[in-house]
């Protein structure tokens, strides 16, 4: 069965401390993995896809990279405005478009 | 580029009534639309997939009586929750793949709560 796990669960930050979240899948035939930040009460934003091992993708104080087994999004120097919920997401071969989500790493950064 | 809309963004119903939301993707047009619901601490659920102009696939447990999808257009999707429950009250999210892009863009969700 198809499986997609996020670690931790809960992370909480000091401003500047940089860390990495974690997301492991088991699937079979991977056809890309995404993650999205998603704010309370608000649908989820769209961050990267990454399609094979050793890509990395970077925007502002994120990166994200990808092995055969995992995808890391990185944080550097995290602002509290970088506070939200980080989904990870892969597709599989044959779901068209469909995707199944992690359960997210709810990330609190202090001032 | 790429903005999904939902409306409304919540809405509260009595028990036994219908609640309509509607997926527009405003800037691109939508080949697939997916309509997501989110219980508190949990992550996305997927209930259905809809393509523009056929009948929608429905994930396994999820009732195609009680959720109605109509994908009438490349830029609207509705869903229909019939006879609303207090046990559907939840947070639905549509999304929209199109455009060129390959990703999904999510609209701001609606928040259903059935008294």
């Known amino acids: 069965e198809d499986q997609v796990t996020q670690s931790p669960e809960a992370l909480r930050l000091q401003e500047g401390e940089s860390s990495s979240l974690n997301c492991s899948y088991t699937?079979?035939?991977?056809?890309?993995l995404f993650w999205y930040r998603q704010d309370p009460g608000k649908g989820p934003e769209f961050l990267f896809t990454?399609?094979?091992a050793g890509e990395e993708k970077e925007k502002e104080r994120l990166k994200a990279t990808l092995t055969k087994k995992e995808s890391f999004l990185h944080i550097t120097a995290p602002k509290p405005e970088d506070s939200a919920t980080y989904l990870c997401?892969?597709?599989?071969?044959?779901?068209?478009?469909?995707?199944?989500f992690g359960i997210g790493t709810k990330l609190q950064v202090i001032p | 580029g790429a903005v999904v809309s939902q409306h409304p963004s919540w809405v509260i119903c009595k028990s036994g009534t219908s609640v309509k939301i509607e997926c527009r993707s405003l800037?691109?047009?939508?080949?697939?639309m997916f309509w997501y619901r989110q219980f508190p601490k949990q992550s996305l659920m997927l209930m259905a997939t809809?393509?523009?102009?056929?009948?929608?696939?429905?994930e396994q447990g999820v009732e195609k009586d009680k959720f109605l999808i109509n994908h009438a257009s490349l830029t609207l999707s509705t869903l229909t929750v019939t006879s609303a429950h207090p046990e559907d009250s939840s947070f639905y999210i549509c999304?929209?793949?199109?455009?060129?892009?390959?990703?999904?863009?999510f609209g701001p969700g609606t928040r259903l709560t059935v008294l």
């Open positions: 999304s929209a793949h199109g455009g060129g892009a390959d990703t999904q863009y």
């Open positions: 699937v079979s035939g991977l056809r890309g």
């Open positions: 990454l399609y094979s």
């Open positions: 997401a892969v597709r599989i071969s044959g779901g068209y478009q469909k995707v199944t």
């Open positions: 800037d691109f047009q939508a080949t697939t």
């Open positions: 809809s393509n523009e102009g056929s009948k929608a696939t429905y």
